[in-house]
Structures are given as C-alpha cells and as structure tokens.
C-alpha cells in the first residue's frame, strides 16, 4: 500500500465514509478542504459534548461554513446554533450556500 492510499484509507476509516470514492468526492469541495483547518479544535470540541471522533469532520465542515457566512455578511450561527429556531434558510441563502458548496 502506498502513503497515499495508506492516508486515504485512514481518513475513511476514521471519519466514517463507506468508500474510498466517498472520501474523494468530499474534498474535492474546496469548502471540505478549507474546513481541515479547523479540525483540531473541532476534534477537541466533540470529545468534550462526548460524541464520537468522527463527528470532528462534520463540526470543522460547519466551522468553516460559519466563518465563510459571516465573511460574505451572512449570519448563520442561529440556524447552526439555536435549538428554538426552526425556520429554514430564505432561497437566497440556500441558493448561496449551494454556490460555496459546488466549489471545487
């Protein structure tokens, strides 16, 4: 096995994806990439709520969406954050998050 394909496999096995193609379809989005930057301190955030490791990729994915929201002037932490709120995202916010999503 080569390094590369010894890293791919970890990373599948770590974070819960089911192939080696789930895993290459994820960080093609330059979102998912961006989002590695954050994961140490995402990592540590979900030992201390108790939940699995593999949540640290789900948390540092919406770290990242949070930062590029409030750099383009949207506020998205009380649709992430507030367990009362429970309208969804106008079009035009889920029309932009899709745009930051397709990405590549």
């Known amino acids: 096995m080569s390094e590369r ?3 791919i496999e970890t990373v599948r096995v770590m974070f819960g994806f089911r192939t080696r193609d789930e895993v290459a379809d994820f ?3 330059r979102l998912a990439r961006n989002a590695i930057a954050n994961l140490e301190q995402a990592l540590a955030t979900t030992r ?7 949540f640290a990729l789900a948390e540092a994915l919406e770290m990242e969406l949070l930062a590029e929201a409030r750099r383009a002037g949207h506020e ?8 009362n709120h429970r309208s969804p995202p106008g079009d035009e916010l ?9 990405e590549e």
């Open 5 to 7: 394909d010894a890293l």
């Open 48 to 54: 201390e709520r108790r939940q699995p490791d593999e």
């Open 94 to 102: 889920t029309g932009w998050i899709a745009r930051l999503w397709s």
């Open 27 to 29: 960080f093609k989005h």
């Open 76 to 83: 998205l932490e009380r649709l992430f954050n507030d367990p």
